[in-house]
């Protein structure tokens, strides 16, 4: 499986990120990790570009729902990313506010998953979980 | 005119810059206080004193000089100015929107001093009303604009360096850039030092403050100091921040200082001062304030012992974001009598573990040296290229991010994959050999996350 990962927006931390792909690595993932700083194209450019199966979006300051908003728009300008697990994690709003209202509204972004501050090794289980129904309906 | 001159002239003649006048600049710092100079300082204290400096930087002029102030009542050694983060970008035209509204609105709309845009005959007033060494903290790759308007307004020491202020600050500025733009800053500083006391250059040890093992923060500390010193600067500071464990502070310390002098002969440059600077726990930080207080004044304790000249203090704030100035002076006045009253500490020595980090480093150093480029900088450009120096957690996209550390039981940072770092194989046995690597790699990377909070 290859995931396409990275943080969002004009956020630079990279100690999530980092660990992300150590983690995925760990799991038996091919990691494409684009690293900090990455604008919502450059995602769905190498997803093509490495024929990826999922693409992991983080954040960490809060600004992934001004990019978030945007996925329906950009995606469906690609032709072959209808199938594409979409996943966004970390801290997804800014300041405070409760995961019941948060993970809806990704949802409706075009997000299959929305771990909002779930820890690392429990969102990357419910990927694996995701892919395995997804293979097996 | 020299080169150096006329690419002075054009970085000086901007928009943002109300007239600089070379010759009058010059005078002043001929005859600035001897003070006002770090370097004097380090030269001149008691043996055993280490000067404590804070952080801290405002957007306005009142603001910032409230802070001094407010640091120089709670016996502060060296004052700090910290930029803003526009400036740090060159992007002054934004520094100077926010520092109106911060004006007008008295609400602060930047982290940090807006120094082009105050300019420095008003910067200047204050820092010689107040008397004290000052030290410019930043982060910025082209600082070139930022360092003479700072050493015009008095400020003689300049944190900093091509390494160390881009890969952990940056994901893309090019790197060789940085190079170039930082010896422009080694220069100026070179060419001011013979007017009167020297400019003192620190490096910014800590890096990404995250897991980063002794013998890469030790091997930048000296090619930035090497870098510095082959332009002629005749002080400088080797930094390091608090790593977790004491053992390793200690060790990291011994190794750091004795490769320092030697390289420095090693290219004549023996003459030029080098201090030591530690930095308390940069990492992050416990939320429970009193808990904060305990890590900081332990981190004093740590600096006393591996006898920096100068530490560089945090607050009981930290964990909430950019701290009060009560907050700062608090930490000032704590870590004074802390130091004040801290005697007779023990040398902590270990021969193995020095011997183990004194080979990695000239391991590495020998790598370097052997890159075919012609000049040290080249050589360094492509050694982080080709991931021989390769520093954990770095967000930039040359970084190599193949070298993997974790903590051993007593909290001592360990290599555990070398990635294409030149750790000889000895060294690397042994590193391994303290952890416990039996486990499932999960795990492992569940201990990493661990590692990297041990203090919260």
């Given at each position: 499986?290859?995931?396409v990962?990275?943080?969002?927006?004009?956020?630079?931390?990279?100690?999530?990120?980092?660990?992300?792909?150590?983690?995925?690595?760990?799991?038996?993932?091919?990691?494409f990790?684009?690293?900090?700083?990455?604008?919502?194209?450059?995602?769905?450019?190498?997803?093509?570009?490495?024929?990826?199966?999922?693409i992991?979006?983080?954040?960490?300051?809060?600004?992934?729902?001004?990019?978030?908003?945007?996925?329906?728009?950009?995606?469906?300008?690609?032709?072959?990313?209808?199938?594409?697990?979409?996943?966004?994690?970390?801290?997804?709003?800014?300041?405070?506010?409760?995961?019941?209202?948060?993970?809806?509204?990704?949802?409706?972004?075009?997000?299959?998953?929305?771990?909002?501050?779930?820890?690392?090794?429990?969102?990357?289980?419910?990927?694996?979980?995701?892919?395995?129904?997804?293979?097996?309906? | 005119?020299?080169?150096?001159?006329?690419?002075?002239?054009?970085?000086?003649?901007?928009?943002?810059?109300?007239?600089?006048?070379?010759?009058?600049?010059?005078?002043?710092?001929?005859?600035?206080?001897?003070?006002?100079?770090?370097?004097?300082?380090?030269?001149?204290?008691?043996?055993?004193?280490?000067?404590?400096?804070?952080?801290?930087?405002?957007?306005?002029?009142?603001?910032?000089?409230?802070?001094?102030?407010?640091?120089?009542?709670?016996?502060?050694?060296?004052?700090?100015?910290?930029?803003?983060?526009?400036?740090?970008?060159?992007?002054?035209?934004?520094?100077q929107?926010m520092?109106?509204?911060?004006?007008?609105?008295d609400?602060?709309?930047l982290?940090?001093?807006?120094?082009?845009?105050?300019?420095?005959?008003?910067?200047?007033?204050?820092?010689?009303?107040?008397?004290?060494?000052?030290?410019?903290?930043?982060g910025?790759?082209?600082?070139?604009l930022?360092?003479?308007?700072?050493?015009?307004?008095?400020?003689?020491?300049?944190?900093?360096?091509?390494?160390?202020?881009?890969?952990?600050?940056?994901k893309?500025?090019?790197?060789?850039?940085?190079?170039?733009?930082?010896?422009?800053?080694?220069?100026?500083?070179?060419n001011?030092?013979?007017?009167?006391?020297?400019?003192?250059?620190?490096?910014?040890?800590?890096?990404?403050?995250?897991?980063?093992?002794?013998?890469?923060?030790?091997?930048?500390?000296?090619?930035?100091?090497l870098?510095?010193?082959?332009?002629?600067?005749?002080?400088?500071?080797?930094?390091?921040?608090?790593?977790?464990?004491?053992?390793?502070?200690?060790?990291?310390?011994?190794?750091?200082?004795?490769?320092?002098?030697?390289?420095?002969?090693?290219?004549?440059?023996?003459?030029?001062?080098?201090?030591?600077?530690?930095?308390?726990?940069?990492?992050?930080?416990?939320?429970?304030?009193?808990?904060?207080?305990?890590?900081?004044?332990?981190?004093?304790?740590?600096?006393?012992?591996?006898?920096?000249?100068?530490?560089?203090?945090?607050?009981?704030?930290?964990?909430?974001?950019?701290?009060?100035?009560?907050?700062?002076?608090?930490?000032?006045?704590?870590?004074q009598y802390?130091?004040?009253?801290?005697?007779?500490?023990?040398k902590?020595?270990?021969?193995?573990?020095?011997?183990?980090?004194?080979?990695?480093?000239q391991?590495?150093?020998?790598?370097?040296?052997?890159?075919?480029?012609?000049?040290?900088?080249?050589?360094?450009?492509?050694?982080?290229?080709?991931?021989?120096?390769?520093?954990?957690?770095?967000?930039?996209?040359?970084?190599?991010?193949?070298?993997?550390?974790?903590?051993?039981?007593?909290?001592?940072?360990?290599?555990?994959?070398?990635?294409?770092?030149?750790?000889?194989?000895?060294?690397?046995?042994?590193?391994?050999?303290?952890?416990?690597?039996?486990?499932?790699?999960?795990?492992?990377?569940?201990?990493?996350?661990?590692?990297?909070?041990?203090?919260?």
């Amino acid at each position: 499986m290859k995931v396409v990962t990275g943080v969002v927006g004009n956020d630079i931390h990279v100690v999530a990120n980092r660990l992300i792909d150590l983690s995925l690595r760990a799991r038996g993932f091919d990691v494409f990790n684009l690293g900090v700083n990455t604008y919502l194209e450059e995602f769905f450019d190498a997803a093509v570009e490495t024929g990826a199966d999922v693409i992991l979006i983080s954040s960490l300051n809060g600004e992934a729902e001004g990019w978030g908003r945007e996925v329906r728009a950009i995606k469906s300008r690609y032709k072959t990313l209808d199938d594409i697990i979409m996943m966004i994690g970390g801290n997804l709003v800014v300041g405070s506010g409760n995961a019941e209202d948060i993970e809806p509204r990704y949802k409706n972004y075009g997000f299959d998953i929305v771990c909002h501050q779930i820890d690392l090794n429990t969102g990357l289980d419910m990927l694996e979980e995701f892919i395995k129904e997804r293979n097996n309906p | 005119m020299s080169l150096l001159q006329e690419e002075r002239e054009i970085i000086l003649s901007n928009e943002f810059v109300e007239s600089f006048d070379f010759a009058e600049v010059t005078e002043f710092v001929k005859n600035a206080s001897k003070d006002l100079f770090i370097s004097h300082h380090f030269k001149n204290k008691p043996k055993g004193k280490m000067l404590v400096q804070p952080r801290g930087g405002f957007p306005t002029y009142k603001k910032q000089f409230e802070l001094s102030e407010f640091f120089v009542k709670s016996n502060v050694d060296v004052l700090p100015l910290t930029i803003d983060s526009n400036t740090r970008l060159n992007d002054y035209a934004t520094a100077q929107k926010m520092l109106r509204l911060s004006e007008e609105n008295d609400v602060d709309m930047l982290n940090g001093y807006p120094l082009i845009n105050h300019g420095y005959r008003t910067t200047r007033k204050m820092f010689t009303h107040f008397n004290k060494p000052v030290s410019l903290r930043h982060g910025t790759p082209d600082a070139r604009l930022l360092i003479e308007t700072a050493i015009a307004s008095g400020i003689f020491e300049i944190e900093g360096g091509p390494i160390t202020y881009l890969l952990p600050y940056s994901k893309n500025f090019p790197l060789d850039k940085a190079f170039l733009y930082w010896k422009y800053v080694e220069r100026v500083c070179a060419n001011y030092s013979g007017l009167n006391e020297p400019i003192n250059r620190e490096s910014f040890g800590p890096l990404t403050a995250t897991l980063v093992p002794p013998a890469i923060t030790i091997v930048v500390q000296l090619l930035e100091m090497l870098l510095s010193l082959e332009e002629g600067v005749k002080s400088f500071s080797v930094s390091f921040a608090q790593q977790g464990s004491m053992m390793q502070d200690a060790v990291t310390s011994e190794v750091l200082m004795k490769m320092a002098r030697h390289y420095a002969e090693e290219i004549d440059c023996g003459d030029a001062a080098i201090n030591l600077v530690y930095h308390q726990w940069m990492g992050a930080f416990p939320t429970n304030k009193d808990y904060a207080e305990q890590l900081i004044n332990m981190s004093t304790v740590i600096a006393k012992l591996v006898g920096a000249d100068k530490i560089i203090t945090k607050t009981r704030e930290e964990a909430a974001g950019i701290p009060t100035k009560e907050a700062n002076a608090k930490t000032v006045a704590n870590t004074q009598y802390t130091l004040g009253i801290l005697n007779g500490l023990p040398k902590i020595v270990d021969a193995e573990e020095e011997e183990i980090l004194t080979l990695e480093v000239q391991a590495i150093m020998e790598a370097v040296f052997n890159d075919p480029a012609d000049t040290l900088w080249r050589k360094v450009f492509n050694c982080i290229k080709n991931g021989i120096i390769d520093v954990p957690f770095s967000p930039h996209i040359i970084n190599h991010n193949n070298m993997i550390t974790i903590r051993d039981a007593q909290k001592n940072i360990r290599i555990i994959d070398r990635g294409n770092v030149p750790i000889p194989d000895r060294c690397f046995k042994y590193e391994r050999a303290q952890c416990d690597l039996t486990k499932d790699t999960t795990s492992i990377v569940n201990d990493i996350v661990h590692d990297i909070g041990i203090m919260q």
